[in-house]
Nanobody, 124 residues
């Protein structure tokens, strides 16, 4: 079992920046591909970003490309999501997730463990 805990959410003005962190329990963090998802009220959960086990490969949904950066520090069992140029439509609960799948995926059913979520609100 893997436990994931997100932090760093909050209220930010449009155009501002915020960095989310997700820390995993145990010593198996480097065996998992990691992803970030988000869910706004009344909307389905959507893929945001993912990163390979060694951090060499990343992928993003089109709406955040050029604005968000996913990274990881395996020594700290932590994955990050740096969010710049934030827009009101980025407002959502953000979840980190861990996948034991062989290939990276933007489908939520490929992820085995999920954090509790952290609220990000972008508003003036």
């Amino acid at each position: 079992q893997v436990q994931l805990v997100e932090s760093g959410g909050g209220l930010v003005q449009p155009g501002g920046s915020l960095t989310l962190s997700c820390t995993a329990s145990g010593r198996t963090f480097q065996t998992f591909r990691m992803g970030w998802f988000r869910q706004a009220p009344g909307k389905e959960r959507e893929f945001v970003a993912r990163i390979s086990r060694n951090g060499a490969t990343t992928s993003y949904t089109d709406s955040v490309k050029g604005r968000f950066t996913i990274s990881r520090d395996n020594a700290k069992n932590t994955v990050y999501l740096q969010m710049n140029s934030l827009k009101p439509e980025d407002t959502a609960v953000y979840y980190c997730a861990a996948s034991a799948a062989f290939y990276g995926s933007d489908k939520d059913n490929a992820y085995d463990y999920w954090g509790q979520g952290t609220q990000v609100t972008v508003s003036s």
